[in-house]
Each structure stands twice: as C-alpha cells, then as structure tokens.
C-alpha cells in the first residue's frame, strides 16, 4: 500500500510540512557547510541518497493532495 492511502490527509500533509523543513536545513547546510556536509555524505552516500529519495517521494506525492 503507497504512504499517502495509508496515513490521514492532515497526518500526511504534517509530513510533508516536516520533510519539506528537513529539505530546507539539508539545503542550508549545503550551502553554509559545504566542506563538512561532503565529508559527511561520503561516510554514509547511500543513507543519503534513500533520504533524498523519499523525501522527492513525499512532495510529489504531497503535490497531488494539493491539486
């Protein structure tokens, strides 16, 4: 079952309120610690690139609630 039948549509947009905040620090800390942050991704890329995955999963998602 997908995530978006399986959760309420206020649980689900909570969600994507808290995955579009993580995306935004994520972001930040790129930008302002771009040295460190790469040192960290190396240490863990794949934890990284499943994050990022769902996290793209959620907004999409998020975005068809929205239409």
């Known amino acids: 079952m997908v995530l978006e039948k399986s959760m309420k549509k206020k649980d689900f947009r909570t969600l994507v309120y808290i995955v579009g905040a993580l995306i935004e620090v994520i972001g930040f800390g790129l930008l302002f610690a771009?040295?460190?942050?790469?040192?960290?991704?190396?240490?863990?890329?794949?934890?990284?690139?499943?994050?990022?995955?769902?996290?793209?999963?959620?907004?999409?998602?998020?975005?068809?609630?929205?239409?």
Do not use: E, W
């Open 34 to 67: 771009f040295d460190k942050t790469m040192i960290i991704i190396h240490k863990a890329p794949i934890i990284f690139s499943l994050l990022l995955i769902f996290f793209g999963y959620v907004l999409a998602v998020a975005m068809r609630f929205k239409n």
